[in-house]
């Protein structure tokens, strides 16, 4: 697995602040609490990697990991703390639309959902501005020991139905790895691998 080699680069406030547009990167992304610094140290390896208790307010970056010199993660900051005031959740909502349609190195988005909650207002906006974007998104259903079999499929089958053409989704767990090796797969090919 190559994301393995993951190491922290920088974090961006600004779009201008991010290493030059050049060579692959993919985006993780999702709500607060959905899962994603968990799912991040799971891909990689790494426990502490994207740290998984934050403030809010702090997590309103870029947090960009190099893979090696033309391939690199974007992370996101997670979206839906309510104490974040409303001028700067506006603000940020511009920069990830921003970003998603004009970074050239971005081949795709990874969006994280919890299992049981999966397709809230903001997972929509994600995936019509990627839409918009022509960029591909796979969905990461995650927290999948939470449920039963069953239950996770008939979230599989719901979530599938519900996304727009060239998004892909899958049943996760950190917790378990289950769903790890189908998410590499998966993401390999849009970094060139
Ligand atoms: P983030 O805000 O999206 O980065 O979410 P975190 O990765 O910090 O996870 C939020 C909470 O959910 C933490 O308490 C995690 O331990 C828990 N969590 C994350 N992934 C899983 C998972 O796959 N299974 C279970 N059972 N809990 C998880």
């Not at 993780?28 to 740290?51: E, P, V, W």
């Not at 207002?121 to 591909?136: H, T, V």
Request: net charge positive.
């Amino acid at each position: 697995n190559p994301f393995r080699q993951a190491q922290y680069l920088t974090s961006a406030h600004h779009l201008h602040q991010l290493p030059p547009d050049a060579g692959f990167e993919f985006a993780i992304a999702g709500r607060s609490n959905a899962g994603k610094s968990s799912a991040l140290n799971t891909l990689t390896g790494q426990k502490s990697l994207a740290r998984t208790s934050k403030t809010p307010g702090r997590t309103q970056q870029i947090v960009i990991f190099e893979l090696d010199i033309s391939r690199r993660i974007a992370d996101l900051p997670g979206y839906g703390y309510a104490k974040v005031p409303v001028k700067l959740k506006q603000h940020w909502t511009q920069v990830m639309e921003t970003y998603l349609e004009t970074r050239h190195c971005l081949r795709g988005v990874v969006l994280v959902m919890d299992i049981r909650h999966p397709l809230k207002p903001f997972d929509e906006q994600m995936l019509n501005w990627s839409a918009a974007a022509g960029l591909p998104v796979h969905v990461l259903l995650t927290k999948a020991d939470k449920l039963k079999r069953g239950p996770a499929q008939a979230s599989l089958l719901k979530v599938r139905k519900a996304l727009p053409p060239g998004a892909t989704a899958q049943v996760f767990s950190s917790t378990s790895r289950q769903g790890l090796e189908e998410w590499v797969e998966t993401i390999k090919p849009w970094m060139d691998y």
